[in-house]
């Protein structure tokens, strides 16, 4: 994974919608980093059909 080499001093990544998944995003909560990636469409449409039960 791209993310494996960051510097220590990270704390914050910003990426695309590429970079959506639940891997990724605890690989950066477990270093403390915060991620600024969008939701993958799919997500969004989740989210909506949960929202409108």
Known sequence: M???GLPDETEEV???????SNRIRL???ERNI?????????EIK?????ASV
């Open 2 to 4: 791209l993310l494996t």
């Open 14 to 20: 910003i990426g695309d919608r590429g970079y959506d």
């Open 46 to 50: 989740a989210a909506l059909q949960l």
């Open 27 to 29: 690989s950066l909560v």
């Open 34 to 42: 915060t991620a600024c990636i969008p939701p993958k469409e799919q």
